[in-house]
T-cell receptor, first 112, second 116 residues
């Protein structure tokens, strides 16, 4: 069985400060892990993915995530938040075409 | 490339009506998916297809049907609309499932459906 838990439903940070969005997962297999971003009234866009290569994955717009098997975590970080980062972020675990689980999402707000 | 396109963008249905949500991709992807997204929730897989003529159920298939007669198109059919089907529907495609599902999915902009 698979599951994914996004530990925060809402995160608010000031512009220019670091961002941390937390994701824990469980899977009976060696999964692939993804972070997607969804801006208001838009579709989902891939930020980054882990597919059993390097454990530190760099994505678009300065985001990165580290796969920690011992902690079953895949937290998303960014050193310095920008106003344009305000959006909904989804952590996803996949082990096949049909075994796809989305987290419930974390809404990121950026304070000026 | 237009990527994944969905029509309509928004629709209001009465209970018991039927409709088809259209999804087209121009990337020659084999895999296509339909998801629904309820408020405050992640996406849930309704149906998926691994190629023309092949479809299979996802997590929440009840009340929906799909077909895949071409590589490009993957329509989703609601036969008897119910208020519980009020949601935002996303179509996605990927080149294949890949080992451990590692292929990236590309999403359409979504269809917002309201059933009253």
């Amino acid at each position: 069985a698979q599951s994914v838990t996004q530990l925060d439903s809402h995160v608010s940070v000031s512009e220019g400060t670091p961002v941390l969005l937390r994701c824990n997962y469980s899977s009976s297999y060696s999964p692939s892990l993804f972070w997607y971003v969804q801006h208001p009234n838009k579709g989902l866009q891939l930020l980054l993915k882990y597919t059993s290569a390097a454990t530190l994955v760099k994505g678009i717009n300065g985001f990165e995530a580290e796969f920690k098997k011992s902690e079953t975590s895949f937290h998303l970080t960014k050193p310095s938040a920008h106003m344009s980062d305000a959006a909904e972020y989804f952590c996803v675990v996949k082990s096949s075409a049909s075994k796809i689980i989305f987290g419930s999402g974390t809404r990121l707000s950026i304070r000026p | 490339n237009a990527g994944v396109t969905q029509t309509p963008k928004f629709r209001i249905l009465k209970i018991g009506q039927s409709m088809t949500l259209q999804c087209t991709q121009d990337m020659n992807h084999n895999y296509m998916y339909w998801y629904r997204q309820d408020p405050g929730m992640g996406l849930k897989l309704i149906y998926y297809s691994v190629g023309a003529g092949i479809t299979d159920k996802g997590e929440v298939p009840n009340g929906y049907n799909v077909s895949r007669s071409t590589t490009e198109d993957f329509p989703l059919r609601l036969e008897l609309a119910a208020p519980s089907q009020t949601s935002v529907y996303f179509c996605a495609s990927s080149p294949s499932g890949g080992r451990a599902g590692q292929e990236t999915q590309y999403f359409g902009p979504g269809t917002r459906l309201l059933v009253l």
